[in-house]
């Protein structure tokens, strides 16, 4: 079974920091080599923010996160993380882990949320001015 957990969210003042967990169970986690981290702004379509590959450790950032935003793993706890540096009122969203077993290397369609299969359940991260 594939479970995917997330954890860390809550508000924060804008320039603020916020670290995401994204606990997946083991089998998830071994079987499903893309991980990408959504959130979902209130009133807006879901939006791809980071992924990596489990395997090869590559990483990716859409525009408006990179430099800011650090995606990366602990194999031993089978956890993705998401760190959130300097964040914006617009950052505010519920945040959300996912994972697919794909085929395609993981850059090509790690912001597209059709591309994956097993979802968490969403934190929500409040970004205050």
């Known amino acids: 079974q594939v479970k995917l957990v997330e954890s860390g969210g809550g508000p924060v003042q804008a320039d603020g920091s916020r670290k995401l967990s994204c606990v997946i169970s083991s089998y998830g986690y071994y079987s499903n080599n893309c991980i990408g981290w959504f959130r979902q702004p209130p009133g807006k379509e879901r939006e791809g923010v980071a992924g990596?590959?489990?395997?090869?450790?590559?990483?990716y950032y859409t525009a408006s996160v990179k430099g800011r935003f650090t995606i990366s793993q602990d194999k031993d706890k089978n956890t993705v993380y998401l760190q959130m540096n300097s964040l914006k009122p617009e950052d505010t969203a519920v945040y959300y882990c996912?994972?697919?077993?794909?085929?395609?290397?993981?850059?090509?369609?790690?912001?597209?949320?059709?591309?994956?299969?097993?979802w968490g359940q969403g934190t929500q991260v409040t970004v205050s001015s």
């Open positions: 990596i590959d489990i395997g090869a450790g590559s990483t």
């Open positions: 996912a994972a697919v077993a794909s085929r395609n290397p993981c850059g090509d369609m790690y912001w597209r949320p059709e591309a994956y299969t097993y």
